[in-house]
């Protein structure tokens, strides 16, 4: 019961997050995140889809921190890494999303992803299932070198963004100003989905102990 729990906070934060990332990709001219930068711009290079870059981009994260430090690395970061990229193609398939029209209501529509995928992040995060993919990779390479995670992430997004860039992915405006809406949403999201699930394992355990 208390694993079917955060099971189910996680799958819902995925979905969530990952409509957030397609909701986005819809008015990628106003600027995507770096990831999904590379990973848009993967697609147009290539072909495949973007959720199939996801899962690639993922795989070979998971495999470097394996080699690094596999303790950020269990069950629920290679679902992460599938499930993101399977859903985001989904939502694009069946353009189950707010269709692109005038610049404001471009913005709003971008906004939108951006707050969505702050609160799945916190959702699937608050879990405690598995860190994603890319969020094992920067946790483990900050502990191998001794740099703060908040530098690593700072140093991966540019890098990342910077080969996107390079291939020929979206970049504008709100490309550059992503984590500092994000970040914010992701962290409150975070904090209140764990007493959530706090608070309900303990009614459980409670009702368990009043049953016995």
């Not at 969530?16 to 999904?36: C, E, N, R, T």
Request: charged share 15%.
């Amino acid at each position: 019961m208390r694993y079917g729990i955060r099971l189910c906070f996680f799958v819902i934060g995925l979905c969530i997050f990952s409509y957030g990332i397609a909701i986005a990709i819809q008015v990628k001219y106003l600027g995507i995140s770096p990831w999904d930068v590379l990973n848009v711009a993967l697609f147009d290079k290539f072909g495949f889809s973007i959720g199939t870059w996801n899962i690639i981009v993922g795989i070979f994260l998971i495999s470097i921190t394996l080699k690094i430090n596999r303790k950020y690395i269990n069950i629920g970061t290679f679902l992460n890494a599938v499930l993101v990229g399977v859903l985001v193609d989904t939502f694009l398939y069946f353009e189950l999303l707010p269709k692109a029209s005038s610049l404001p209501f471009d913005v709003l529509i971008l906004c939108l992803g951006i707050v969505l995928m702050g609160i799945g992040g916190g959702m699937y995060s608050a879990a405690g299932i598995g860190a994603g993919p890319r969020d094992g990779f920067m946790l483990s390479l900050a502990e191998k070198t001794g740099i703060s995670i908040s530098r690593v992430r700072i140093l991966m997004e540019c890098f990342v963004l910077i080969i996107g860039l390079l291939i020929g992915g979206p970049v504008f405006v709100f490309t550059f100003i992503y984590t500092f809406i994000q970040s914010p949403i992701y962290q409150r999201f975070f904090h209140l989905c764990s007493r959530w699930i706090d608070h309900i394992l303990d009614t459980i355990q409670v009702k368990k102990k009043v049953a016995s």
